[in-house]
């Protein structure tokens, strides 16, 4: 009924746990596939001891090249109905995959969406609900959440369209995998029930951001926008997102960031609550160079604030 796909590189003091997350759900029609995308620390040898104990779990073991790599490995072996994604440092609640797939199909689902907790605290989404609503409306919404681990997807829609996730992006490759699901869906839901708990990884990808992500994600969704306008506000959200920490955390060349700016082509701020991003934003308009030389003004006279 459902794949559970796990990318697994280096977590071996955490991968049983996340298994095992998997192993005890309610639902017992789910088949589990871990991609060991050469692991160094002993991974690859849980996961094969996890597929001689129990018949619904496969692995498969690659060089190393990068978490969408391994997740598209794990697109090519799905078999089930449904296809729902767990990192390795993570864990599913008991209940997850049953209400995931009851839900999706009660209401002829395309993709749901569902709420999270972070390290055991309520997330910031948690509890928001649409009913059956077209892609156009979730985004208008504002009811978008990117983690591809928050959504269960009908594979037909994989499948018949060819979606993979892009090995060229480091961050927010599943952002735009999901922007993908919703350009070819017709029927997509939100719901409240928290189904996942995620945990904080200071080793990961997102907390070891570099000037050259923001970059390659500019240089990608910039012109994405004109392929899916209906997301442009919130692709705008991470352009302008990407383009602050370019001048606010990084030796970027101004000049290079007003290039940048003009590819990104941002049109709102909406989302924002961060001041630092709004004053970017407002200079901005009006000049790149400038904007970023006020932000790295202000970063020596205030260092540590954003």
């Not at 735009?176 to 017709?186: A, D, T, W």
């Not at 004109?226 to 991470?238: C, E, G, H, N």
Request: hydrophobic letters at 40%; proline letters at 4%.
């Amino acid at each position: 009924m459902v794949s559970v796909i796990i990318p697994v590189y280096n977590r071996a003091g955490m991968l049983e746990r996340s298994v095992r997350s998997v192993m005890e759900q309610s639902l017992s029609d789910w088949e589990l596939i871990l991609v060991d995308d050469g692991s160094t620390d002993g991974s690859a040898g849980i996961c094969d001891g996890f597929v001689a104990a129990d018949p619904r779990i496969r692995a498969f073991h690659k060089q190393n090249g990068g978490v969408s790599s391994a997740r598209n490995l794990g697109l090519d072996e799905a078999r089930g109905e449904w296809l729902a994604f767990l990192d390795a440092d993570d864990r599913f609640y008991p209940d997850a995959l049953e209400t995931m797939v009851k839900k999706a199909e009660q209401d002829s689902l395309d993709m749901l969406q569902f709420a999270y907790n972070r390290d055991y605290v309520a997330g910031e989404n948690d509890g928001r609900e649409s009913g059956v609503i077209t892609p156009e409306e979730y985004l208008s919404r504002g009811l978008f959440q990117g983690s591809v681990w928050s959504v269960c997807v009908r594979n037909d829609i994989v499948r018949n369209n060819g979606l993979r996730f892009d090995s060229g992006l480091r961050i927010a490759e599943d952002q735009l995998f999901i922007y993908e699901l919703l350009r070819h869906s017709e029927r997509v839901e939100r719901i409240g029930n928290v189904l996942y708990w995620y945990f904080d990884n200071a080793s990961g990808a997102y907390a070891n951001t570099r000037p050259g992500d923001n970059m390659d994600i500019i240089g990608k969704f910039g012109p994405y926008k004109i392929t899916f306008p209906a997301a442009a506000r919130q692709i705008d959200s991470l352009l302008l997102g990407c383009l602050f920490n370019l001048a606010h955390k990084s030796d970027v060349p101004a000049e290079r960031i007003a290039e940048l700016w003009k590819l990104a082509d941002v049109q709102s701020c909406a989302p924002w609550k961060s001041l630092g991003v709004k004053l970017f934003w407002r200079l901005a308009r009006l000049s790149p160079k400038f904007a970023t030389g006020i932000v790295r003004l202000l970063r020596r006279v205030f260092p540590g604030r954003e």
